[in-house]
């Protein structure tokens, strides 16, 4: 965990070692990031917000084709959550009732359900900017059994969207002197600005429930 979480906060010096070292590969490595945080319900952990924003400011200096890493981006990111529709459909109920382990927090499928339940389809969409929750919605649209068809649209047009934003915004910002000389501030101030929203819905959870107690 305190590799995962150095992995992250200094993702500009190991993303720029492994584009040194994998060369084009590094290409199929973004996408099987992307793609297996937004694909597998075991996987939330992952970097992606911050691994888009770098990759956007390694794509200003020349080091990576902007283009082609939006394109891989945008694809491992639908078909992530498609993979993810699939097997919330398939084996969905039977890993709903399933305790919390290693690899699994049954805490976060839960709080996606009440999500999903609350915002319905366009969850899809909103989902993408939440970590844990982005890897937990589409799961959970399969549980339901959202139609395919509608699923998909939302699942492209999030997609698109999560890309492009962070991706540019790496690719405009990323190579500011004070924004690269405090990298891993910046990282730390996106990973925080993202999960705002789930603290501060959680805090007003606790508050009420304390409130209706006493």
């Known amino acids: 965990m305190v590799s995962l979480i ?5 993702i500009d010096i190991h993303l720029g070692n492994l ?3 994998y060369g084009l ?5 973004l996408f099987a990031i992307v793609f297996i ?9 992952l970097p992606g917000d911050s691994l888009l924003f770098a990759a956007g400011a390694f794509a200003a200096i020349g080091d990576i084709n902007l283009l082609l890493v939006i394109l891989i981006f945008v694809i491992a990111a639908i078909l992530g959550d498609s993979l993810n529709y699939y097997l919330g459909l398939k084996a969905g109920p039977a890993i709903f009732r399933k305790e919390s382990g290693i690899f699994f927090n049954k805490k976060y499928l839960v709080a996606t359900d009440a999500f999903y339940k609350k915002h319905g389809g366009k969850s899809i969409i909103i989902a993408r900017f939440l970590p844990f929750i982005r890897t937990f919605a589409p ?3 399969g549980i339901g059994k959202m ?3 509608r699923f998909l ?3 492209i047009g999030g997609g698109i969207l999560w890309v492009l934003l962070f991706v540019l915004g790496g690719y405009f910002f990323g190579t500011i002197p004070i924004v690269k000389e405090n990298f891993s501030l910046v990282i730390l101030l996106i990973i925080i600005i993202s999960v705002a929203p789930i603290i501060i819905k959680a805090l007003i959870h606790f508050l009420k429930k304390r409130k209706l107690r006493s």
């Open 6 to 10: 150095d992995f992250i906060l200094s």
């Open 139 to 141: 799961f959970v649209a």
């Open 37 to 45: 945080e937004t694909g597998l319900v075991i996987m939330p952990f």
């Open 153 to 155: 649209g939302y699942n």
């Open 25 to 29: 590969l590094i290409y199929a490595i």
């Open 147 to 149: 139609n395919y068809a």
């Open 19 to 21: 584009i040194n070292e």
